[in-house]
C-alpha cells in the first residue's frame, strides 16, 4: 500500500511540473471509494487535462476559465470533450452537473486519458532543450507590457443591428490581425536568413552549419546564462520525476483495476442499458426514434427493389468488356493527374501549425551569363498565373486524355460497325465493306 502511495505521490508532481492544479494523493483514495469530497477537484484535473491535450499547455488562460465558468458549465464540456476523443461510458454521461457525486467515474476517465491521450510522452515531449525553441526570445526580453482585454458588451443588451455591426467590426480586426501577422512572419524570416547567413561556419549543433537566432541573443547578452540553466534544472527534474513514473507505473495500473473490480462489484447489472449515451434532450431522443422508424417502414417498402438493382448490377457487370474497363481506368487515371494539377496550383503554406525552420546553405557565386531567350519565357509567360505546373503532371493529364479519346473513338467505331453490318442484313443483296482505315 505505500508504493500504492508513493506511486500516486508521483504522479500528483508530475501533473503539477507540467501545469496542473497541486492535488493531494489522499484526492485518489477517496475516489476509489466513491467519496464526495474528491468530485470537484477531480473535475477540475479533466478540465485542464483536456485543455492541455488540445493546446500542448496549461496557462493562465486555463486558470482564468476555470473561474468564469459556472460548475455546470465546465462539466458539460469535459463530458463533451470526453465523448468526443471516444470515452463512451454512460454512467460517466449521467453524473450531476453539480459536482456533488461521481468521483469514481471521473478518476477511471482521468485514468483512462492518461493512457489514451499518452500524456507522460507528451510531458516528456515538452522537455526539450531551450535552446533549440526561439520563442523564448519574448521570454527572455521580458519588455512586453500587458493590456488588459477590452470587455464587450453584453450580447443581451444589443439590437440585432448592432449585434451585426459587432460582429462586422471583430471580422474586420481579425482580418487585419491576420494580414499583420503575416507581415511579421515574413520580415522574420528575412532577418532569420541575414542572422543565419552572417554566422555560416559558426555552430553549437551537427545539424545546423551556423547559429541560431536564440544563440545569437545569448552571446549578446550573456547574463540570460542564468535563465537557461534554471530551465534546463527545472526539465532535467521533469525528466527525473517522468522516469522514475515509467519504471513504477504499473503499480498505478494494478491498482486501477482494484477500483475498477470495486465498482463492478457494487453496480448492479443491467443488460438492458444502453452502451452509449450522449447528452441530448428528451424531445430529440422522441424525433430520432420516429425517424428510425420511418428508416425501417422504407427499408421494408424498397426491399425488393435493393434486390432487383442487384440482380440488375451482377448482370451489367458480368456483361462489362475489357475495353470499357480500360477506358473507366484511363478515366481515373486522367481524373487523378487532373486533381493532382489543382492541388499543386492551389496550395499554400500560408498557415502552418508550428513556424517553420530556416537553415541557410551558402552557395557558389557563378559569374553572370547572358540572358537566354528561353530564361525570359517564365517570366514573361507567367506573369498573373499564379503558381507554375510541373510539366511532367501536364504531359500525364494529356496522355491520360490521349487515351480516353483513343478508347472512345474505338468503342464508337464498333458500335457504328454493329449497326451498318445489322442493317445490311435487313437489304436484300446489300455488302458491307469496311474501309482500309477500319481493318
Known amino acids: ?39 470537484l477537484a477531480l473535475w477540475k484535473l479533466l ?15 486555463t486558470v482564468k476559465a476555470f473561474s468564469e465558468l459556472t460548475t455546470e458549465e465546465l462539466i458539460v464540456y469535459v463530458k463533451q470533450e470526453l465523448q468526443n476523443l471516444g470515452f463512451l461510458s454512460k454512467e460517466f454521461s449521467h453524473l450531476p452537473n453539480d459536482a456533488r457525486s461521481g468521483s469514481r467515474e471521473l478518476l477511471l476517465a482521468f485514468a483512462w486519458l492518461v493512457c489514451k491521450q499518452n500524456l507522460i510522452d507528451k510531458f516528456m515531449e ?23 482585454p477590452r470587455t464587450l458588451v453584453a ?5 440585432p443591428v448592432q449585434k451585426v455591426q459587432q460582429l462586422q467590426l471583430l471580422n474586420g480586426k481579425l482580418r487585419s490581425s491576420l494580414r499583420r501577422l503575416y507581415a511579421l512572419q515574413r520580415e522574420k524570416a528575412k532577418l532569420q536568413h541575414r542572422v543565419h547567413e552572417c554566422t555560416q561556419g559558426s555552430s553549437l549543433t551537427p545539424d545546423m552549419p551556423h547559429l541560431s537566432s536564440l544563440e545569437v541573443h545569448l552571446l549578446r547578452h550573456p547574463q540570460l546564462m542564468n535563465k537557461i540553466t534554471t530551465l534546463l534544472e527545472k526539465d532535467n527534474v521533469r525528466l527525473r520525476h517522468m522516469q522514475e513514473w515509467k519504471d513504477h507505473e504499473q503499480i498505478f495500473w494494478k491498482w486501477m483495476e482494484s477500483v475498477l473490480e470495486l465498482k463492478v462489484k ?9 452502451m452509449l449515451y450522449y447528452n441530448i434532450a428528451p424531445d430529440p431522443v422522441s424525433r430520432m426514434n420516429e425517424a428510425r422508424r420511418k428508416l425501417e417502414e422504407a427499408i421494408l417498402r424498397y426491399e425488393t427493389i435493393i434486390e432487383q438493382i442487384e440482380e440488375l448490377w451482377e448482370t451489367k457487370r458480368s456483361e462489362v468488356t475489357e475495353e470499357e474497363l480500360d477506358g473507366l481506368l484511363d478515366m481515373l487515371n486522367m481524373e487523378i493527374s487532373l486533381q493532382r494539377s489543382n492541388l499543386a496550383l492551389g496550395s499554400s503554406d500560408f498557415f502552418l501549425m508550428r513556424d517553420p525552420t530556416f537553415v541557410f546553405n551558402k ?24 503558381v507554375p505546373v510541373e510539366i511532367s503532371d501536364e504531359i500525364a493529364a494529356l496522355e491520360s486524355q490521349l487515351r480516353l479519346l483513343e478508347t472512345q473513338v474505338g468503342r464508337t467505331t464498333r458500335q457504328y460497325t454493329s449497326d451498318l453490318e445489322r442493317l445490311s442484313v435487313r437489304v436484300p443483296g446489300a455488302l458491307f465493306v469496311q474501309p482500309s482505315s477500319c481493318v
Open 155 to 159: 450580447a443581451g443588451s444589443l439590437t
Open 266 to 274: 457494487e453496480t448492479p447489472r443491467n443488460e438492458k442499458a444502453p
Open 363 to 386: 552557395k557558389d557565386k557563378k559569374k553572370p551569363n547572358m540572358a537566354k531567350p528561353m530564361d525570359r519565357l517564365p517570366g514573361a509567360l507567367g506573369e498573373g498565373l499564379g
Open 47 to 61: 478540465f485542464e487535462m483536456l485543455y492541455y491535450c488540445k493546446y500542448g499547455i496549461i496557462d493562465e488562460v
Open 1 to 39: 500500500m505505500a508504493q500504492v502511495r508513493e506511486t500516486i505521490e508521483l504522479l500528483t508532481f508530475i501533473l503539477n511540473e507540467n501545469g496542473c492544479s497541486k492535488l493531494k494523493a489522499e484526492i485518489f483514495r477517496l475516489a476509489k471509494f466513491d467519496k464526495d469530497e474528491a468530485t
Open 126 to 148: 515538452n522537455c526539450s532543450s531551450p535552446l533549440e525553441d526561439s520563442s523564448l526570445l519574448s521570454e527572455l526580453q521580458q519588455n512586453k507590457t500587458t493590456k488588459e
